[in-house]
């Protein structure tokens, strides 16, 4: 790839103005949400978004997500407003919830990877939401990480994947929520959830007053040959270079099974306070039994795993329920779905 010079600059009126006159040209940038990092091109510019792939390395086949400051911008991008969209849209927008609606006909194809769905977010950032206003445009937005590596939640970490791969990042600080968005189907039957995130299945269902269904490869590895509802799931993700084992179990299971292992050298990927307990290096990756403090923190550990080379790292195992179905979904990815139950 051609290196192009990377400008970091702050989030402020200057970077947001310089944002919006390049998504206007059919460029590429990044920006902070209250997820994680994006890295955002014209939804409605099919070579604009074609950029977003090659910068990423993302496979054409993973669709991408639509972003909206105000959901007058929805006709031409979906077809349909369903009425269970409009219930979740008036409970969690803005914010991180995107829901999948049949597409509409500005949508670019390249945002969609064949399919007749799109997915649309309207993020509550402030800084997503002045360079939609300042562009006018509804940008398609992924991770900013290269694909495979955890999602970027601070700009160093956008600069240590996209450097010389877009012009420019903007800064905005730590992201607030830390995982990607809860991603929610209404066109089957059944409302289904896809992608578990800061919006837990209870918010959900609480909203809608229905069921909610539970996608499979949420908690645990997609069958060989069962059809991936949501692309993003077939494949392997937030792959860091440490190879991560999962261990269920008690902090005292957890850390005679860790000394049994000492001759690994292991490292440890544990709950906040445990570290001194443990006598090996570990990244603490937030409070136990709490999913969104845990939701903050658990890219930047999985980056900060990376920086120590490879070694053999185990990890503590969050809950499933609740804002850790997210961390424990995101978990098992760069585990390649180790898990042992002490
Ligand atoms: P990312 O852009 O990395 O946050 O990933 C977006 C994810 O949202 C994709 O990997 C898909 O799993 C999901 N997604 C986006 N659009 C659709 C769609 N039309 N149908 C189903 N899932 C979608
Ligand atoms: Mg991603």
């Not at 012009?167 to 409302?191: F, N, Q, R, W, Y």
């Not at 392997?236 to 005292?252: C, M, N, Q, R, V």
Request: net charge negative.
């Amino acid at each position: 790839m051609d290196a192009i010079e990377t400008l970091l600059c702050p989030a402020d009126r200057d970077g947001i103005a310089r944002a919006a006159a390049l998504l206007r040209q059919g460029e590429i940038i990044a920006l902070p949400t209250e997820t994680v990092y994006g890295i955002a091109a014209d939804a409605r510019n099919g070579s604009a978004v074609a950029k977003i792939f090659k910068a990423k390395g993302r496979p054409q086949d993973n669709p991408l997500i639509v972003h909206i400051d105000d959901v007058k911008m929805l006709p031409g991008l979906v077809s349909e407003f369903p009425e269970r969209a409009q219930l979740l849209a008036a409970a969690f927008w803005p914010g991180p919830l995107t829901i999948i609606m049949p597409r509409g006909p500005q949508v670019a194809d390249e945002c969609c990877a064949g399919l007749d769905t799109v997915g649309i977010r309207m993020p509550s950032h402030p800084v997503v939401r002045q360079v939609i206003e300042a562009s006018g445009c509804a940008f398609a937005a992924p991770s900013a990480n290269l694909s495979g590596r955890p999602s970027p939640t601070t700009a160093q970490d956008v600069l240590a994947d996209m450097q010389g791969r877009l012009p420019l990042i903007l800064d905005g600080g730590s992201c607030a929520v830390g995982v990607e968005s809860t991603v929610v189907s209404v066109v089957g039957e059944k409302p289904t959830l896809l992608r578990p995130g800061y919006i837990t299945l209870e918010d959900l269902e609480r909203a809608l007053g229905e069921e909610v269904i539970l996608s499979g490869a949420i908690l645990e590895k997609l069958a060989e040959g069962e059809v991936a509802r949501s692309p993003g799931m077939k494949y392997k993700h937030y792959a860091p270079k440490a190879d991560i084992t999962i261990l269920e179990g008690s902090f005292e299971q957890f850390k005679a099974y860790v000394e049994a292992h000492a001759g690994q050298d292991p490292a440890c990927l544990c709950f906040t306070g445990e570290a001194e307990k443990l006598g090996v290096p570990c990244v603490e990756y937030g409070r136990e039994g709490d999913g969104a403090d845990q939701s903050r923190h658990i890219f930047r550990c999985l980056r900060a795993l990376d920086e120590q080379g490879d070694r053999v790292v185990y990890a503590r195992c969050p809950r499933k329920d609740g804002v850790s179905m997210a961390v424990y979904n995101r978990l098992i990815r760069a585990a390649a779905f180790r898990v042992i139950r002490l």
